[in-house]
């Protein structure tokens, strides 16, 4: 009977250990991980760059030598409906970057998420000069920043495109996209698009971007350029496809 006892308490004592085991080992992970996008700037089925001859939906070649835009506002919705705003983190995209990373999260599943293709009003009419060099809002090279609008540019598209009339030839023409003012923001909204942020790894998003779908309807050699303001029509025209050229991986 003693013995019996004493096995007894021998195995109690084990399976509390193991439990005890447990319970450590999850209190002792992770609680939050990191979140990135993981971006794609495409033309089509290709990655956007500098070097090679694209066409848009009409097959009309262009090329591209300049291609940034900013996201902000980025807005992450958990399981339960509460909102998780990743303050202050702006994002300058660039076909040459895939990889943006957003910050540390907790842990859980979440309904989806949402981000403004441009600048709120109060960040867009910031001075440039107070923040640091390293800092997305701060000024660029080439200028992402209005001067003399007091204003960011929220996309920046150049290039060349094909001016022949029977559009077979190659880009000689130059085109110019400048995207800027309040009204030209955008919400991309994602906030179906479930995702769970694992204990166990960090956790990317996968976004495409596709500027062909940002040209829908735009005939190049005609419309040609727009600082916005000096071309009101073409700009409205740009930015109004730009929700429809955003999609999740």
Known sequence: ?????????????????????????????????????????????????????????????????????????????????????????????????????IGNVPVGKYKGFRFLFGLDSVTNHADPATYPSTSPLSYQNPSMHWGWNSGYIFMIMEGKVDSTAAANGTPDFDFYYHLGLDQMKRTIDFSTTAFEVKSTEDMELGIVFDLRKVLNGVNIPQEYFTHTMDNMPLANKIVNNITTAFEVE
């Open 1 to 101: 009977m003693k013995k019996n006892i004493v096995n007894i308490f021998i195995i109690t004592l084990l399976a509390a250990t193991v439990i005890t085991g447990c319970k450590k080992d999850k209190d002792n992970g992770p609680t939050e991980r990191m979140l990135s996008f993981h971006l794609h700037t495409l033309v089509g089925n290709t990655v956007a760059n500098y070097t090679s001859v694209f066409s848009d939906a009409t097959g009309r070649s262009f090329t591209l030598s300049d291609c940034r835009y900013y996201l902000s506002n980025i807005v992450l919705i958990k399981d339960d409906g509460t909102e998780l705003p990743m303050t202050g983190k702006v994002l300058i995209a660039n076909p040459s970057t895939m990889g943006y990373e």
